[in-house]
């Protein structure tokens, strides 16, 4: 965040006064952490200290016989590349990019390509072992299908990952699958638990040239105690798709980061880039 009028966050900080201040009330969720972009740039996912401290960008790509990818992510300057800026977006944000050509299924993991945006201050440090509220605005310029086998592909956007010892590995992805029709949705993956993708509550097409948000209610816990709700939405109104609760959802003893992704094993057309902006973390 830069010095600017940051305006969700006063809100905020003026709620919170006020229900300290009234005795008996429960104090409600204050935003613990926004990435504007207006810096601009991603630099708001490594505050306090710089790049690596409170997150950080980890970029992929894949390398086979068949070809080659790579991924990263750029500044995004509303006016020059004629997209409207979501509610408050100010001037900047974030273009996540993905090249791969290395769509075979063999070992598909290995040979994706990915960007990820990581945030893990709060969920590691500052509150650890308890749920948090992640949103992020989205805005797809067109539409994108997953190539290869429906075996093995995905297309991973927003995750939860947990690091013990040696061991780092995703417990819930949120990824995007195609409809019969070509048309983009959302499905929430369990990557511990069943190994499965789950059936949504409800399924809404990504739009197009349109900004939404994804927000999600992630209870981190080791025991099988843990929730986690997704909602998709826009400035009219929000869907729940997900309300899992009584699932773990970290590691025993270990963290939670979460990030903000363009991953995945192989996209048409290519290069496949998508645009974010106004991310937030906040306490329930
Ligand atoms: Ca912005």
Request: aromatic fraction near 14%.
């Amino acid at each position: 965040m830069n010095n600017q009028s940051r305006p969700l966050v006063h809100i905020a900080m003026a709620c919170i006064v006020c229900c300290v201040a009234t005795a008996g009330v429960r104090t409600q969720g204050q935003i613990v952490w926004f990435a504007d972009h207006e810096e601009p740039g991603e630099f708001d996912w490594y505050r306090p200290g710089g790049v690596g401290f409170g997150g950080a960008k980890s970029d992929s790509g894949c390398s086979s016989d068949t070809g080659a990818g790579w991924a990263g992510t750029s500044l995004a300057v509303w006016r020059d590349i004629g997209i409207p800026p979501p509610i408050n977006g100010g001037e900047f944000g974030l273009m996540l990019t993905s090249l791969n050509s290395c769509n075979t299924e063999q070992s598909p993991t290995a040979r994706s390509a990915g960007t990820r945006m990581f945030r893990w201050k709060e969920p590691q440090w500052d509150y650890p072992n308890q749920a948090l509220y992640y949103k992020v605005w989205f805005y797809f310029p067109q539409n994108y299908r997953l190539t290869g086998s429906p075996n093995w592909w995905f297309w991973n956007i927003v995750q939860w990952k947990s690091r013990v010892d040696a061991s780092s590995d995703v417990f819930f992805s949120l990824n995007v699958y195609n409809r019969p029709n070509g048309a983009m949705v959302f499905a929430l993956r369990d990557a511990q638990g069943c190994q499965c993708t789950l059936d949504p509550l409800a399924t809404i097409d990504v739009p197009i040239n349109e900004w939404f948000y994804i927000e999600a209610y992630y209870n981190s816990q080791a025991l099988d105690v843990g929730d986690v709700r997704i909602w998709q939405g826009n400035e009219a109104s929000r869907t729940l798709l997900y309300d899992l609760s009584g699932v773990r959802t970290k590691y025993p003893g270990g963290d939670t980061s979460w990030s903000v992704n363009n991953y995945s094993s192989g996209l048409a057309p290519q290069p496949a880039y998508f645009f974010i902006d106004n991310a937030e973390i906040r306490t329930p």
